[in-house]
């Protein structure tokens, strides 16, 4: 069977296969990839020249051409196909490459007639246009596409040179024109046709021809003709015979010596991913503009294992077309022990440049002058990989329009003209397409979790994405969950065969000064999300953190992520980039130095919670916290508190619960639970029940582990009362509430039975109240539960009394009112509820103690109402919105603003409940909002058609 590509693509065995336009898409694909065969998404990409996923089109195009192609077309595996050939089966581009290599050993056996014919027939095997199916969409495609039309374009050049100097000069002009207009620009081409339009007897024609040429080069590139047309030109005005040029020039403009321009570009990798953005920018900047009088240097800058020269190998290759007289490639080596002297590196491209050694300037500056004047009038690529800076490269760079140079670096450089390229992590997409690209779909799409695990650990680093698949590949009997294990170890797994995270992140660290690589390790300790410039402060104990976090943002080690809304500049250490840092301060010679930086950010943060959560409505069933101002956190902070309290808590929470986690990790639970304590209030108020909840569990398991039964009790206690808050919560809570009393009046600790004692007091009317609403009942009866709720108010109010505790006090006044309510003595309930508003006021210290005066106005307008006395309860729910609204509270204002749509409803003021239910369903916020706001609109519903 008999494969051609080279025209349009055609099957033949004994008489032509009759194929569709895909699946000759499909076919020249699959011969051009040969034996390694071609990604299901490649060549999805060939066939239908889009990005889509085409995956049931696919196999059913490749199931109908199996059976015309005999055989020759496996079913796919590891998400690739490829196509077998048979011994006995021909392609025309092996047929043309075996040609032009005939036709090469017989030019140099002196025999030019031979070498005639076989380049004839080679060329006769192509077809018009050519390569018409091959797809220029896939990039391993088109770089082979490219690769062979340059390989027919010298076979053109040699054939029109060898019947050139076997005289068919009059012959051959027609041919020369036929190929210029493929090839308008080709100087070889030129050079023959002048030559044989000389010889032709045609001498004002091959001058005429000069003309066209020089204008032609110099509108489409810049640069007039080289020296061989030149001085061919002046042979003809001279009428001079020209000589003979036995060999085939080059294709393109190159140097005057070079048989082939330099293309030194590494190989591009087949599974490149992501980065479009930044290909188009790149490829837009660096094409030669002939309107541009500079040399566009573009700089490709981000942390170490990024993709920085990947990224500027795949776009050397897209642009390979425009540079012809070819693409340079020079590893700067910034990070090596030893980089590369630049006179060397001048001479080295002098020499590719065809400057022979004798002819060497012997100082920099002279070859810095030599490679500008060389490259002045030629179209090159210059990719200078791993650069410590500018200053470094400088004279290696072009010095007039038409050349350009891609420079890749790990530090973040800056010069004129020069355009940044900044390099962040792969998205989750990306880096899920990447791994999907070196492990097949198969095994990605059979453990998706898995694979969701691998990948968060890799954090986007593409280099360590290419570990793990790397390793997944060479252990192909692993399951991916089984490495999803193994990286819980991180840094240590991800190496293999060379390649080595920690290694690459090491060669960065030891390029850092002494003050920027010990800032590095305790920043380390910032925490995994983004902080403020302030914390560097705090923890690095220095004045002006601001010179050493720019020195690690330089050396793209440190990211800076904007400015919050306090207007504090904020930083970001990339996960794996943390995790080194950590893994140097732990092994660090200064033993001290990890414990003094835990100390210090712990203390810090505990300071300024306080300072915020003074500020922040109590959370009601705790007492207030004593204030405290240390040493530790810098005077600015406090000042960001004082100026916007909420401001700071909603841009710090996510901080300072990971600093929890840390200090309950870090053997240093008391402080966690201190921390903690003052961030509850918060949390709460915003209603982050998920938050708080894992925050007082990371309490509680670190109290655990050394047996603090004290801190257990009291955190178990916080807990619970975040589950009360909670559909069906009183029920759950109620075991973990015993529990605690009974661990508390064991240790003696009687202030904290008391506050026990008034929460499941609380609790237990709770789930009466439950209990009654599930009954639909409107007359209260016995309920063990209120009469349980009643004793622990007691007890709790009889404690309180004896020692002094306003809070235990008010709170067990408070549940004491709400029972009696429910029992339907609404006096004695009306007179508890006066009791506790009157403590509540005793307790008003800081601002946010105003809370506690909310807490007793919510019961207060519950029993007003159930009394009947809905004026005056109307009146307590605007004193208790007012004061929500003077504390921030939105919860606690939408609350009262349900209430007096209750009691509106009751008084049969239905228009106005309408608008107060309304007014509370947009106020509701939280991860419970869409409950309130859902029973908001029930009873919104029931007013509505109630006022019918």
């Known amino acids: ?43 999805m990409g060939a066939i239908w020249e889009d990005d889509l996923d085409h995956t049931g089109p696919l196999k059913t195009l490749l199931s109908a051409l199996r059976p015309l192609l005999g055989g020759r077309l496996p079913k796919g595996s590891a998400g690739s196909y490829r196509l077998d050939l048979d011994d006995d089966d021909t392609v025309d581009v092996t047929i043309f490459r075996a040609l032009v290599e005939e036709a090469k050993a017989a030019l140099e056996a002196g025999q030019r007639e031979r070498s005639v014919r076989a380049l004839q027939q080679a060329l006769g095997l192509w077809g018009d246009p050519p390569l018409a199916d091959v797809s220029t969409n896939v990039d391993r495609l088109n770089q082979w596409r490219t690769d062979l039309l340059l390989e027919r374009q010298r076979a053109t050049l040699t054939l029109l040179q060898t019947r050139l100097d076997l005289g068919e000069h009059h012959s051959l002009v027609a041919d020369v024109q036929r190929a ?12 023959i046709l002048m030559t044989a339009l000389f010889r032709a007897g045609r001498r004002a ?35 001079t015979p020209p000589a003979v040029t036995a060999s ?16 030194q570009l590494p190989a591009g990798v087949v599974d490149f991913t992501g980065r479009e953005q930044e290909i188009a920018d790149l490829t837009a900047f660096l094409r030669p503009d002939g309107e541009r009088p500079g040399v566009p240097i573009a700089v490709i800058s981000g942390p170490p294992g990024v993709g920085k020269t990947e990224l500027a190998i795949h776009v050397g290759h897209r642009l390979r077309n425009y540079f012809p007289c070819g693409q340079i490639w020079v590893n700067m080596a910034a990070m090596s022990d030893q980089p590369p002297v630049i006179a060397d590196v001048l001479a080295e491209l002098l020499s590719m440049l065809g400057v022979a050694p004798r002819d060497l300037p012997p100082s920099t500056a002279q070859r810095s002058s030599l490679v500008r004047s060389l490259l002045a009038r030629r179209r090159m690529l210059l990719v200078l990989d791993d650069v410590a800076a500018v200053h470094q490269v400088q004279p290696l760079f072009p010095g007039a329009a038409g050349s350009a140079v891609i420079l890749t670096s790990r530090i973040r450089l800056a010069g004129n003209g020069i355009r940044p390229i900044r390099l962040e992590p792969l ?107 302030w914390l560097a402060t705090m923890l690095l104990g220095v004045d002006d953190a601001e010179p ?72 009601p069933y705790f007492s207030p916290l004593r204030s405290m101002r240390g040493t530790f956190a810098p005077e600015q902070s406090f000042t960001l508190i004082s100026d916007d309290p909420d401001g700071w808590f909603a841009t710090e929470i996510t901080n300072v619960l990971s600093v929890i986690r840390l200090a309950s990790q870090q ?112 007359e209260t009866s016995y309920n063990p539960y209120l009469e349980l709720a009643a004793l622990d108010a007691q007890r709790s109010l009889t404690l309180a009394r004896m020692l002094t505790s306003s809070h235990a006090e008010l709170i067990s006044l408070r549940t004491l009112a709400l029972v009696a309510s429910l029992r339907g003595h609404h006096d004695e309930a009306i007179s508890l509820g006066q009791q506790a508003m009157a403590v509540s006021k005793t307790i008003c210290v800081e601002p946010g103690d105003g809370g506690y005066e909310l ?65 509370a369903s947009q106020m509701y916020i939280g991860e419970m909002a869409d409950q309130h706001r859902l029973r908001c609109w029930n009873k919104l519903v029931a007013a509505d058609v109630a006022t019918r």
């Open 427 to 533: 998205s989750a997409d990306e880096a899920r397409n990447l791994l999907t690209q070196i492990i097949g779909s198969e095994r990605v799409a059979a453990e998706p979790e898995a694979t969701d695990e691998v990948l968060e650990v890799c954090s986007g680093l593409p280099l360590a994405v290419r570990i793990a698949g790397a390793r997944l590949s060479i252990q192909d009997q692993w399951r991916i969950s089984h490495l999803a294990k193994r990286l819980s170890n991180r840094l240590p797994e991800l190496t293999v065969d060379g390649w080595d995270v920690s290694a690459s992140v090491a060669d960065s660290y030891h390029a850092l000064p002494d003050d920027a690589r010990q800032a590095f390790r305790i920043l380390s300790l910032a925490g995994p999300g983004d902080w403020p410039i």
């Open 248 to 263: 085939p020039p080059a294709p393109a403009r190159a140097a005057d010596t070079m048989a082939y321009p330099p293309a």
């Open 667 to 778: 053997q240093r639970h008391r402080l966690a639970y201190g921390l903690a304590m003052r961030a509850s209030s918060y949390l709460v108020r915003e209603e982050r029940i998920t938050d708080a909840e894992d925050m007082w569990r990371d309490v509680i398991q670190a109290a655990v582990a050394v047996s603090d039964v004290g801190i257990i009790a009291n955190a178990r206690l916080r807990l619970a009362s975040l589950i009360i808050r909670q559909h069906g919560g009183p029920q759950r809570a109620l075991p973990l509430m015993d529990t605690c009393i009974t661990s508390l009046a064991q240790q003696s600790d009687r202030r904290a039975l008391a506050r026990a004692l008034a929460l499941r007091a609380a609790c237990r009317y709770q789930i009466a109240l439950e209990e009654q609403d599930a009954a639909n009942e409107h």
């Open 855 to 919: 807490f007793v106005l919510q019961a207060l307008v519950t029993v007003l109402w159930a009394a009947g006395q809905c004026s005056r309860a109307l009146q307590e729910c605007e004193r208790g919105r007012t004061l929500a609204q003077a504390l921030r509270h939105r919860l606690a204002e939408a609350g009262f603003l349900e209430q007096a749509g209750d009691i509106l409803t009751t008084m049969g003021h239905g228009t106005e409940a309408l608008t107060h239910y309304h007014r």
């Open 548 to 619: 050493v976090l720019e020195t690690l943002v330089v050396h793209s080690l440190l990211t800076p992520t904007g400015v919050d809304a306090l207007g504090q500049p904020r930083y970001r250490l990339h996960d794996l980039l943390r995790e080194y840092g950590a893994m140097r301060l732990a092994e660090h010679e200064r033993s001290t130095e990890r414990d003094v930086t835990i100390e210090r950010l712990i203390m810090g943060w505990l300071e300024l919670t306080d300072a915020a959560d003074a500020n922040v409505t109590r959370e």
């Open 180 to 191: 210029l207009s493929e090839d308008p620009l080709s100087e070889p081409l030129y050079l």
């Open 1 to 43: 069977m008999h494969f051609a590509i080279l025209g349009q693509t055609a099957v033949s065995a004994v008489k032509d296969v009759n194929l569709s336009a895909a699946q000759r898409r499909a076919v020249a694909a699959l011969v051009a990839a040969g034996s390694q065969g071609m990604p299901a998404d490649r060549l």
């Open 205 to 239: 024609q091959a001058l005429e021809q000069f003309e066209i040429v020089s204008a032609t080069l110099f509108e489409h590139t810049g640069y007039g003709p080289g020296k061989d047309l030149q001085r061919l030109s002046e042979q003809i005005a001279a009428d």
